[in-house]
């Protein structure tokens, strides 16, 4: 008793300075589960900002089309100022005075001047406002809608497909901790058994070979209790990882692996797979992308067409031989101008593009066919691995009924002396597979409902 107050005293110390263990482990449902990994996983946030950056890329093309404000300076230094060579218009002009000025006559016939100041000072704005790029502008736009419409879609199909890992580790954290009651359980029997032949041994009733084989089976289902209990750490471990919760963070669960009837029984394959054509986030995002494609096809067609703009600038100049510049030496400048411009070659490029845009738009009406295909296959797998489970879910249940009660029988029978022990331990093994085999035909119910849900694109917010 001394011993044990002692070990109570500590581990009540420890808890005192240990929050995580203060605070025990943390319980997490199912739909906990989800919340946690939608806030924590990886994938799902690198999908966010996906979307967030396709979103950014629709105001980066409507920048195409807007007017664009440049605000600039130059300070320019010339080291040496080019002289032109010029005609003397003098001369010709003071031709009919030579005779009374000589001096006229010996002027040079051209003369040499220098244009501009060692300094020059601009400073200004310009306007460019673009009046037509060929449907360029507009087809950037719509393809860069598309491309955000087309990220959200993906986000769906990152969270849909996270939605299901995350029943599936949750519900084999479940599956891995029923097993251990099972073996629990089967233990247990196997000790009933070996008490009640023991007794039986020690008053002549059973055999040393009776007892020999009841320990051996106690023995046998010990270790498998064990790789039974390291499964289910090895399952939350599984579970922290798809959530994103810390390794180190003691976990349970609260669910129970039961029977849910589900609606998606009553419909037909052909219901079902029209739904997944219509709901599929992967249909929607290739949707989006054909459209792409064709707007392709009009952005490369704009190579070819003329361009039209329209730009102003407002600007100072000054120019002088120092850097003492003050308001008064600049002057004012106000143009505005439209130009056109005309692709006439450029090498076959533009030709180029034209036809990858048509090729890339021929691949995607293929890639749509090879999806459909895929999608339909893919449902109409789940559609009868629902099925499946649901049927052999009815055949498990009665055999644990039956196998219960046969247990029960050659207990009965044995003590009686009407079997042997070698009936009794087939069927304490017969219901240990019936119920384990129960199980996992249930955790493979559940997860064939979420599988079907997330072929028709309707898994989001349905787990329960």
């Not at 808890?15 to 263990?21: H, I, R």
């Not at 922290?240 to 009553?266: A, C, H, R």
Request: hydrophobic residues 40%; glycine residues 4%; aromatic residues 10%.
């Amino acid at each position: 008793m001394t011993i044990r107050r002692i070990m109570l005293v500590v581990v009540f110390l420890i808890s005192l300075f240990d929050p995580v263990l203060a605070q025990g482990p943390r319980r997490l449902t199912l739909e906990e589960c989800v919340h946690v990994a939608l806030e924590n996983n990886p994938d799902y946030l690198t999908a966010q900002k996906e979307v967030a950056k396709a979103k950014a890329g629709v105001w980066e093309a409507y920048s195409t089309i807007l007017p664009q404000i440049n605000a600039h300076a130059n300070l320019q230094r010339a080291w040496e100022i080019q002289e032109n060579t010029i005609p003397n218009f003098l001369k010709p002009m003071l031709a009919p005075l030579a005779p009374i000025i000589p001096e006229i006559g010996q002027m040079p016939d051209f003369v040499q001047l220098s244009f501009g100041l060692e300094y020059t000072f601009l400073y200004g704005a310009t306007l460019t406002q673009p009046l037509y790029l060929g449907g360029a502008g507009i087809a950037g736009i719509k393809m860069a809608s598309a491309a955000a419409r087309a990220a959200e879609h993906s986000l769906q199909f990152t969270e849909q497909n996270l939605y299901l890992n995350v029943a599936d580790a949750f519900y084999k954290c479940i599956l891995a901790r029923e097993f251990i009651k099972v073996q629990e359980e089967a233990l247990k029997q196997a000790e009933e058994n070996l008490s009640m032949v023991s007794k039986k041994y020690q008053v002549g009733m059973a055999s040393r070979f009776d007892k020999m084989r009841a320990e051996v089976e106690v023995t046998n289902i010990r270790p498998q209790l064990v790789s039974a209990k390291n499964a289910y750490q090895m399952a939350l471990t599984s579970l922290k990882m798809v959530t994103g919760i810390d390794e180190s963070t003691p976990l349970e669960i609260e669910g129970e692996l039961v029977f849910q009837p589900d609606d998606f029984g009553d419909l037909s394959l052909q219901d079902i797979i029209k739904m997944a054509r219509e709901k599929r986030p992967e249909m929607k995002t290739l949707e989006e992308q054909k459209y792409i494609s064709h707007k392709g096809i009009t952005l490369a067609r704009s190579y070819f067409m003329p361009k039209l703009f329209f730009q102003t600038d407002y600007s100072f100049l000054a120019m002088q031989n120092d850097v003492k510049f003050s308001q008064k030496d600049f002057s004012k400048g106000f143009t505005s101008a439209i130009s056109l411009q005309i692709p006439l070659f450029s090498g076959f490029k533009n030709a180029r593009h034209y036809q990858k845009a048509k090729i890339d738009y021929k691949i995607m009406l293929d890639t749509e066919k090879k999806l459909v295909d895929g999608i339909e296959a893919e449902v109409e797998v789940s559609f009868n691995k629902f099925q499946e489970a649901k049927e052999t879910y009815i055949s498990a249940k009665q055999s644990v009924d039956l196998a219960k009660e046969a247990l029960r029988l050659a207990r009965v029978m044995y003590d009686e002396g009407a079997s042997t022990q070698l009936d009794v331990l087939n069927s304490q093994l017969a219901l240990t597979r019936a119920q384990l085999n129960y199980i996992s035909l249930l955790y493979e119910y559940q997860i064939a409902r979420y599988q079907l849900r997330k072929a028709t694109g309707t898994l989001s917010g349905t787990i329960q």
